[in-house]
């Protein structure tokens, strides 16, 4: 789940860069502020994956969600709000 949460913020990343005839080419083509910027978001991407680490690590180890007493929301396994939330992101 938190994975699948994580890969939906990969068209947010993108914004930033535009396309070839988009307003932001002309930042991201001057060299004092582009760098700066570059390294900004690096930085924010190595901390957002730090902080997030903890968290997919848990959700990705049973014997961990077994020892919380986690119990499938909806029917009888898990899986089915994955499903949801994959047709919601991959919905135009």
């Known amino acids: 789940m938190q994975a699948i949460l994580l890969i939906g913020t990969l068209p947010l990343l993108g914004l930033g860069f535009g396309t070839a005839t988009s307003s932001s080419v002309a930042f991201w083509r001057r060299g004092m502020v582009r760098w700066p910027a570059v390294f900004a ?18 959700g990705l180890d049973p014997p961990l969600l077994d020892s919380a007493h986690f119990h499938p929301l909806l029917a009888a396994g898990f899986g089915i709000y994955q499903i949801a939330l994959l047709a919601v992101i991959g919905s135009p």
């Open 41 to 58: 978001i690096v930085a924010v991407a190595i901390a957002s994956a730090s902080a997030a680490a903890p968290l997919i690590a848990t």
